[in-house]
């Protein structure tokens, strides 16, 4: 089982841009689809953005497709969300997570394991 720890969160005005990081320690990170889930306050947590095992599938939310890209390096153990032209409603508490055995997506419930997550704050 993998470990995970987000990095990169912090506070930015709308338009900007920030890349959170993912790093995973333990075994076999390259057999792992790995996604990014959000929580702004008051709501559940939501699908952002998923990535397959080989990085050669990824999926996104309506709400951040041509602003945010999933990426992953292996050889790492790390994956990345570069978040670009930030918006208020971007704001919220970014989880990374690792399913195992899967392609990508957009169930919470396929994740086995969960960071502890980063707060991203865009003003307005």
């Known amino acids: 089982q993998v470990q995970l720890v987000e990095s990169g969160g912090g506070l930015v005005q709308a338009g900007g841009s920030l890349r959170l990081s993912c790093a995973a320690s333990g075994r076999i990170f390259s057999l792992y689809a790995m996604g990014w889930f959000r929580q702004a306050p008051g709501k559940e947590r939501e699908f952002v953005a998923t990535?397959?095992?080989?990085?050669?599938?990824?999926d996104y939310a309506d709400s951040v497709k041509g602003r945010f890209t999933i990426s992953r390096v292996n050889a790492k153990n790390t994956n990345y969300l570069q978040m670009n032209n930030l918006k208020p409603e971007d704001t919220g508490v970014y989880y990374c997570?690792?399913?195992?055995?899967?392609?990508?997506?957009?169930?919470?419930?396929?994740?086995?394991?969960w960071g502890r997550g980063t707060q991203v704050t865009v003003s307005s």
């Open positions: 990535i397959s095992w080989d990085g050669g599938s990824t």
């Open positions: 997570a690792a399913a195992r055995g899967s392609h990508g997506t957009r169930r919470p419930t396929a994740y086995d394991t």
